[in-house]
């Protein structure tokens, strides 16, 4: 039965900021003119695609996008894909950084929100919705935000459950007993508390924040004073607050979506390293995925792009063999082995082999050319008999190398045979 909304609140009392300005160095050479929330993700998506769709579909449409870094293709994105009916006062809009508060850019997460304070005398919303624009999820934020309301808190943390051995990549939530306040953040430690229930787990927060209004105009002014803050949410302002008493956290194992079923519910991935990115693709082209793109009840939005249907034909000597694979729009398949892999918008395989790699927008790979785990950036052409990703040291020579020895190509990359 779908989640139903109770009275508490009404649409026009929250304003949702998604944080949209990360530089993404780790996605090198993915992000090298594009910043992380536009990478392409799963065959036709932008990942900050995910929580713009969680936002949407929760009914919350007054939506800015915070951006700074290399923002061009962002904002083009969000202009041609987001366009919100006007009649009801919904948007999506970006805002660039403008130096409100001096002649700086933003300097850090919670810099960026103090930055734009102006946004909540122009909204006048009671609760704010702070999001990521980078990971991979569904979460329906009406329930979060019931929560946040239930418990009269200053803030509120969404957190999952992961394994110990990455305490040291996420801020850690401490729990207090009997009571949905946290005692301590921990930030990147990997000595941060154990879960009483489950002593292999830490809960780590999602990176996803809703404050109340009030709250949020005075921590985030204190913050801009304390000239030894290095103005981050998680490492600043969640300390902060749990200090205060006032910060608790949301179990995203409580969160419902319309149409997920047991098995692929509750899956969040960060997807800023070069593996988790691909990681995160594999998790798509499994026959079972753990996250699925079909859930029609709560979809993922992204841009709409008129291109033909796929097609997959056999070649002068051999058939096309695809097998648990994402095919896009306008792809064309000739006498090729396809295995494992997402094939994006325009893609075209010519009698080669594609194993365990992510092929973005444009990509052409021909005769007798062969790709193993690789993730191959929009326009770029491999020509015949080229074999990439399984030589590692011929590949290093000319490519990105994951440390889980991912092949990254860069856009427009210019290979030679």
């Not at 998604?18 to 993915?30: H, S, T, W």
């Not at 991935?269 to 499994?286: F, I, K, P």
């Amino acid at each position: 039965m779908p989640y139903m909304q109770t009275p508490s609140y009404g649409r026009r009392a929250v304003l949702s900021m998604v944080l949209a300005g990360g530089e993404g160095k780790r996605l090198m050479p993915l992000t090298a003119d594009r910043s992380k929330p536009a990478v392409p993700f799963g065959g036709k998506y932008r990942l900050i695609d995910f929580a713009i769709s969680n936002l949407v579909n929760g009914g919350f449409r007054h939506i800015v996008v915070l951006t700074q870094y290399k923002s061009h293709s962002l904002d083009v994105h969000i202009s041609q894909t987001w366009q919100l009916s006007t009649i009801l006062g919904n948007y999506v809009t970006t805002v660039p950084a403008q130096m409100r508060q001096g002649p700086r850019w933003f300097i850090g997460s919670a810099d960026a929100l103090f930055q734009n304070m102006n946004l909540l005398d122009d909204a006048q919303p009671e609760h704010i919705i702070v999001f990521g624009a980078d990971h991979i999820y569904r979460l329906d934020p009406r329930q979060m935000l019931d929560a946040h309301i239930a418990s009269g808190a200053g803030v509120t943390v969404a957190g999952i459950r992961v394994h110990e051995d990455q305490a040291a990549a996420f801020g850690v939530i401490e729990q207090a007993p009997n009571s949905t306040k946290i005692a301590a953040f921990h930030e990147k430690n990997p000595d941060a508390p154990r879960l009483a229930d489950a002593p292999d787990q830490v809960l780590a927060s999602m990176g996803n924040y809703i404050f109340s209004a009030e709250a949020f105009r005075r921590i985030m002014s204190e913050d801009a004073a304390n000239e030894d803050s290095k103005h981050d949410v998680g490492g600043d302002i969640i300390p902060a607050m749990v200090s205060n008493g006032e910060a608790h956290y949301y179990d995203y194992r409580t969160n419902h979506v319309p149409g997920e079923h047991a098995g692929e519910d509750h899956y969040w991935r960060d997807v800023g390293t070069l593996d988790s990115y691909y990681e995160a693709h594999m998790d798509l082209v499994a026959p079972l995925p753990v996250f699925s793109l079909y859930n029609d009840q709560w979809p993922i939005y992204t841009q709409s792009i008129t291109q033909p249907p796929a097609k997959i034909a056999d070649g002068p000597t051999a058939p096309s063999h695809v097998s648990n694979s994402i095919v896009g729009d306008g792809v064309i398949v000739h006498g090729s082995a396809i295995h494992e892999s997402v094939l994006s918008r325009g893609v075209v395989v010519d009698q080669a082999h594609v194993s365990r790699s992510v092929l973005m927008d444009g990509v052409r790979v021909e005769p007798g050319a062969r790709l193993m785990n690789c993730i191959v950036d929009k326009n770029v052409v491999v020509p015949s008999g080229v074999s990439i990703g399984y030589d590692p040291v011929a590949d290093a020579d000319k490519y990105t190398i994951s440390e889980g020895g991912v092949v990254a190509i860069a856009k427009g990359t210019v290979i030679t045979p």
